[in-house]
């Protein structure tokens, strides 16, 4: 069981940067994958951005493309998600996943592992 802990969230205006770490064991083979999402208040946690080191793919919601970057660094086992271009709808509790079971990959029911979260808040 991976223990993930997130960190980098934060209060900021709209247009402004913030980039989200998650350090954990994320269990790695060719196929596995790690995410990044997002919920807010009354809403359903979605899926933001994924990435398979293995196969060195990612995919992104349509809301985030071209603002937000996945990344995992090998050497220090840890994700991140760079976001920039931050908007209101941005706002939320961002977790990282791991322990990815085949499906979706933007599906919160693909990963069996999860983190705390990371409060990000964009004002206007």
């Known amino acids: 069981q991976a223990l993930l802990v997130e960190s980098g969230g934060g209060s900021v205006q709209a247009g402004d940067s913030l980039r989200l770490s998650c350090a954990g064991s994320?269990?790695?083979?060719?196929?596995?994958?790690m995410a990044w999402f997002r919920q807010s208040p009354g809403k359903e946690r979605e899926g933001v951005a994924a990435?398979?080191?293995?196969?060195?793919?990612?995919v992104y919601a349509t809301s985030v493309r071209d603002r937000f970057t996945i990344s995992h660094d090998n050497a220090n086992d840890t994700l991140y998600l760079q976001m920039n271009g931050l908007k209101p709808d941005d706002t939320g509790k961002y977790y990282c996943a791991s322990n990815f079971r085949p499906g979706d990959r933007l599906s919160p029911a693909t990963y069996g592992a999860w983190g705390q979260g990371t409060q990000v808040t964009v004002s206007s």
């Open positions: 994320f269990y790695t083979t060719s196929r596995d994958s």
């Open positions: 990435i398979w080191p293995g196969g060195g793919l990612t």
